[in-house]
């Protein structure tokens, strides 16, 4: 248990609460900054800066959350643009941001050739800074993705976790830099790994509406909700959640009772109006998506087309809050739970 005047206890404050910087050795990950930080409550999350400053790992009392895919690790400098490349380098980690041009396959779109999910993840951030104080962890980053004659955006992420507190807080602020309107489409894309995803494991959305993506998909629409074990040859399968929401808030969340803990992705939907569940259960290939966004991952061509489109002004910017909460209990569960039915 900690105690009130630990301080007396430690020489460097580093021995409870940390952020450390790294950069990796080898491979096509070598180069690349990581930010470890330890709350010293219990919670650990690792910041990749040079991929959009997002949350590659999380785990909570040395309980991993997160699902790396095969490729591990690998530097902006190995991104391939072209059609589907984007999974040459989709590291997914915890949390993987995609945007702000495209959300979705790659598309077509006034005239541009657009790559998966947007090329945002896939940019280094400059203008770091972080710290350790009374008040907890904080980390800010500008992660700026811009051509010439073409869209200019500039994101400035802050990562703050609260001491004491199981949780870490992202606000992001998307500016838009051109002299021109620009897409705004954005999706936080969390991915839920093994050992906290597992057949024991249960999947919390308030869903009001769910709408299958694909075929495959609404064969199984039923059983959106079930966590399966790994499966041979298993066909991914998406879900579009319009998510009920309580003054504004809502949440997807995963719970294992064998572990005792689970995860939370809690936003504002007048922010992330758009829920997706990515379902995922192949043998290797074993993770859960829950992912806010401002637009479902249908592509850009498709947002236009139905007028789901959303933009920002030349100059204008958007203020864009997440919160990922440790459930650190079955009754902290149970809240959760009974917001569902």
């Known amino acids: 248990m900690r105690k009130n005047n630990e301080r007396k206890y430690i020489g460097h404050l580093s021995q409870v609460e940390r952020i450390e910087e790294h950069v990796l050795k080898g491979g096509k990950g070598d180069g690349m900054r990581l930010l470890e930080v330890n709350n010293g409550n219990g919670l ?66 006034d005239g541009e050739k657009l790559p998966q999910h947007g090329t945002i993840s896939n940019t280094p951030a400059e203008n770091v800074s972080y710290w350790t104080d009374e008040k907890g962890q904080h980390i800010i980053a500008d992660i700026r993705q811009a051509q010439l004659f073409g869209n200019q955006y500039l994101l400035r992420r802050k990562i703050d976790c609260p001491k004491g507190e199981n949780y870490i807080d992202i606000t992001d602020t998307i500016v838009n830099e051109s002299a021109r309107p620009a897409p705004m489409m954005l999706l936080y894309h969390c991915n839920i790994g093994y050992p906290l995803l597992t057949e ?77 569940e990515w379902k995922m259960m192949g043998e290797i290939e074993y993770v859960m998506g829950i992912e806010p966004g401002n637009s479902y991952p249908i592509g850009r061509a498709k947002a236009k087309e139905n007028n789901t489109l959303k933009m920002l002004a030349s100059g204008e910017e958007k203020t864009v809050k997440l919160r990922v909460r440790i459930i650190e209990n079955e009754e902290q569960a149970n809240a959760y739970k009974s917001k569902i039915n």
């Open 44 to 109: 650990q999350f690792t910041v990749s800066l040079d991929r959009c400053a997002d949350l590659s790992r999380l785990s909570f009392k040395g309980v991993n959350f997160g699902y790396f895919t095969p490729c591990g690790y690998v530097a902006p400098s190995y991104y391939d643009a072209e059609g589907f490349g984007f999974l040459k380098s989709f590291t997914a980690g915890f949390m993987t941001t995609c945007g702000f041009n495209n959300v979705g396959g790659p598309c077509e779109a």
């Open 200 to 276: 024991d494991a249960e999947l919390y959305i308030p869903s009001a509406k769910c709408e299958p993506s694909g075929e495959w998909a609404a064969k199984n629409v039923d059983t959106w909700n079930k966590v399966l074990p790994p499966q041979e040859g298993f066909e991914e399968q998406c879900y579009f959640h319009k998510v009920k929401d309580e003054k504004r808030k809502s949440f997807g969340a995963i719970f294992n009772p064998e572990e005792g803990m689970g995860v939370a992705i809690e936003f504002d939907t007048t922010e992330l109006d758009c829920l997706t």
